[in-house]
């Protein structure tokens, strides 16, 4: 959740997707809350990544990282928590050692300014495409799918979208 812990901790879709998730055999969710000024000055002064909360796991370690989106004002915390974290911040610069990083939640409706640093994002309801995704990303990983070849199938679940896709153009105004 990128807001501090007190913030974030009662928001209800990152505790119904982190039930959903944890009540499967085969994954399980852990949650991070942006950090206050003095943890990322510690992190960066010890070059230590980000970590979960449940067992300080390294963000980057995780097969996906998730960020609800519930305010424009998190958008800043966002890229400083996968900078923390040692997650590279623009999704092209991704490779196969990182995790995919994907977004949902309220500000999802336009993802365009941040598409560039997410994989995909989730437009709408996460509770009903999390089974899916996790299947897709499980089953692709084992066979030694490719990133690109992980997102193609990704890109194929409604409701789903994955900005590497997709040319977007603007018009001069």
């Known amino acids: 959740f990128p807001d501090l812990y007190e913030t974030g901790f009662a928001n209800m879709g990152v505790e119904i997707l982190y039930q959903l998730i944890n009540r499967r055999t085969d994954a399980y969710a852990e949650r991070a809350y942006a950090p206050d000024t003095d943890l990322s000055k510690l992190l960066r002064e010890r070059n230590w990544p980000f970590f979960s909360l449940e067992s300080r796991t390294p963000l980057n370690q995780f097969d996906i990282v998730g960020f609800s989106m519930p305010y424009e004002l998190c958008y800043t915390n966002i890229l400083e928590m996968l900078d923390l974290a040692q997650i590279p911040l623009y999704a092209a610069d991704r490779g196969a050692e990182h995790p995919l990083v994907i977004g949902g939640g309220p500000c999802v409706v336009n993802p365009g300014r941040l598409a560039k640093f997410f994989d995909a994002f989730v437009i709408g ?49």
């Open 125 to 173: 309801d996460g509770e009903e495409i999390i089974a899916e995704m996790i299947d897709v990303i499980r089953y692709k990983k084992a066979k030694g799918a490719a990133r690109t070849e992980i997102l193609a199938e990704l890109a194929k679940i409604p409701g789903l979208y994955v900005p590497a896709f997709y040319d977007v153009a603007y018009l001069p105004d």
